[in-house]
């Protein structure tokens, strides 16, 4: 029976260092769960952190893209109605009465004398009548082309342009600036 007794206190004692084993191994169990825990917090908090920034930048750049989108359409829009303008002006320009267009071209023949002497005229073709009240004996060559004059001097070395397209897109684009705070500042 001493054995027995023996025995029974070696399993006791076994069993209650296997208890606080146990204990000691669910008590660090559980610190080891707790850090785990607390790590996963602080990771969630940096993610959601660096989630929301994500975010707002993204936002920023969605913003910042659609605003540029927006400035773009309008510009376009703005150009296509200059353009629109333009068309228009020079249509009605080129489709003015004959007299009109004569009196103009008399006026641009005048003027370019004083830069080219006797310089052939070049007119849009049955527009050579609306100069003969002006040019008088110089050439008159009518040529495929817009309403307006270009002359040259005899030799070919000047040549000035003054189709009426010519005129009021060099205007335009000196003016477009003007043009375009008229109508949209």
Same mark, same amino acid.
């Given at each position: 029976? #001493?054995?027995?007794?023996?025995?029974?206190?070696?399993? @006791?004692?076994?069993?209650?260092?296997?208890?606080?084993?146990?204990?000691? #191994?669910?008590?660090?169990? #559980?610190?080891?769960?707790?850090?785990? @825990?607390?790590?996963?917090?602080?990771?969630?908090?940096?993610? %959601?952190?660096?989630?929301?920034?994500?975010?707002?930048?993204?936002?920023?750049?969605?913003?910042?893209?659609?605003?540029?989108?927006?400035?773009?359409?309008?510009?376009?829009?703005?150009?296509?109605?200059?353009?629109?303008?333009?068309?228009?002006?020079?249509?009605?320009?080129?489709?003015?009465?004959?007299?009109?267009?004569?009196?103009?071209?008399?006026?641009?023949?005048?003027?370019?004398?004083?830069?080219?002497?006797?310089?052939?005229?070049?007119?849009?073709? %049955?527009?050579?009548?609306?100069?003969?009240?002006?040019? %008088?004996?110089?050439?008159?060559?009518?040529?495929?082309?817009?309403?307006?004059?270009?002359?040259?001097?005899?030799? %070919?070395?000047?040549?000035?342009?003054?189709?009426?397209?010519?005129?009021?897109?060099?205007?335009?684009?000196?003016?477009?600036?003007?043009?375009?705070?008229?109508?949209?500042?």
């Amino acid at each position: 029976m #001493a054995l027995d007794k023996v025995v029974k206190d070696i399993l @006791d004692i076994a069993r209650m260092e296997a208890d606080k084993l146990s204990e000691e #191994a669910e008590k660090e169990k #559980a610190a080891i769960l707790r850090a785990a @825990d607390e790590e996963i917090a602080k990771k969630r908090k940096i993610q %959601g952190r660096a989630l929301e920034e994500a975010l707002r930048r993204l936002t920023r750049q969605e913003i910042s893209s659609a605003e540029l989108e927006a400035k773009r359409m309008i510009l376009n829009a703005r150009k296509e109605i200059l353009d629109k303008i333009l068309e228009e002006t020079l249509h009605e320009i080129e489709s003015m009465p004959p007299q009109e267009k004569a009196k103009i071209y008399c006026k641009i023949y005048s003027n370019a004398k004083n830069l080219v002497p006797r310089p052939k005229v070049v007119c849009p073709h %049955g527009e050579s009548k609306l100069l003969f009240d002006c040019v %008088g004996p110089e050439i008159v060559v009518e040529s495929d082309m817009r309403p307006g004059l270009i002359l040259e001097s005899e030799d %070919g070395t000047i040549r000035l342009d003054y189709r009426f397209k010519s005129i009021l897109e060099e205007v335009w684009e000196k003016e477009l600036r003007d043009i375009s705070n008229m109508l949209f500042g």
